[in-house]
């Protein structure tokens, strides 16, 4: 009993430990962007390791993985199969007696009962299954094939092995449990061609062409703005009025990249300090402030515009973002 409490509570240690192995590499780069970002607290070693300890313990979304982790693996189990995964939902309407599926044989199967290893089904009049339910043991989310196909199997094979290793034990064919159809099952011609055959494949196609499609045409580049709400305008001594916006570039390529900004339909504005340009790396976000200006007069209230983010070595436009100039009225 005692080494099975043991090993419960290295099962629960280990799926409360694993979001932690996974996350590790993201957790890598997150400390060295606190170590960029301020450097005086890594002078100190006991600084460093609360920053670390900060990070990997009370992060939320490692504590979410880590908190998912345990749940599902060490107290859910076969319950996400059974209630959780849409996998076991398709299966009635899209099977038919042609669908390759894991299937028990009951004409050779049957009756049931145990016998010793050696014995023929025949002098003990019995089928094949020698009952050690060995089949239900393995199944992950515990059904007995045995009774047909239910929902709540996943088709992972594994009572196939187990079957089999037992056929070979007593000496007997192998396939009680197997791969295939209800139609082979009961003698009949199994149809590989079909409509629904026609159907999914047509179906899968077109999924796979408009993947390709989004793939070919996604962005390379992405940028979030927000306007800063704490005032709606600025106004200076240039008699020019001013909005101040949070801007984030994102850098979907692995490779560094240079970006430049500019305003789309927004008469006679500037951005202060003339166009700005950034070298960012490879799958980095750049997070900046920049002030846009124009001169008081030439617009009223609220003026919706564009920001557009180019490629500088291309001059291509990767990402325009709308945004909106508050002046006054």
């Known amino acids: 009993m005692d080494a099975r409490k043991n090993t419960e509570k290295s099962h629960h240690a280990f799926f409360v430990v694993s979001p932690i192995v996974v996350d590790w590499p993201f957790f890598c780069r997150l400390l060295r962007t606190h170590a960029d970002a301020n450097p005086e607290l890594f002078t100190f070693q006991h600084q460093w390791m609360a920053t670390i300890l900060d990070s990997l313990l009370w992060r939320s979304d490692i504590c979410e993985r880590r908190l998912y982790a345990g749940a599902n693996a060490g107290f859910m189990r076969e319950q996400v ?14 099977f038919d007696p042609d669908t390759l599926i894991i299937t028990y044989d009951e004409k050779r199967g049957d009756p049931r009962g145990s016998r010793g290893k050696g014995t023929s089904s025949a002098a003990s009049g019995l089928g094949d299954c020698v009952d050690c339910t060995v089949c239900v043991q393995v199944c992950p989310t515990g059904i007995d094939i045995r009774e047909g196909l239910q929902y709540e199997c996943i088709a ?23 791969y295939t159809t209800q139609h082979a099952i009961e003698g009949k011609k199994t149809r590989l061609l079909r409509g629904r055959t026609y159907v999914y494949g047509a179906l899968l196609f077109l999924i796979f062409v408009g993947g390709m499609v989004a793939l070919l045409n996604r962005k390379t580049a992405d940028l979030d703005v927000i306007r800063d709400r704490n005032a709606l305008y600025q106004e200076d001594d240039n008699e020019e009025i001013g909005n101040v916006y949070l801007l984030r570039v994102l850098n979907k390529e692995m490779q560094p990249r240079r970006f430049s900004l500019t305003i789309e339909g927004l008469p006679a504005a500037r951005i202060d300090g003339g166009l700005p340009h950034w070298q960012i790396a490879g799958g980095e976000v750049y997070t900046t402030a920049v002030r846009v200006e124009i001169p008081a007069g030439s617009v009223h209230g609220g003026h919706a515009f564009r920001f557009i983010l180019s490629d500088d070595s291309t001059g291509k436009r990767l990402v325009s ?8 009225r």
């Not at 995964?85 to 309407?93: E, G, T, V, W």
């Open 81 to 94: 199969c059974k209630y959780m995964c849409p996998y076991a939902r398709f299966q009635s309407a899209m």
């Open 321 to 328: 973002e709308k945004s909106r100039f508050i002046a006054p």
């Open 156 to 178: 992972c094979g594994a009572c196939i092995d187990a079957c089999n290793t037992i056929m070979d034990r007593m000496e007997y064919p192998r396939n009680l449990i197997q």
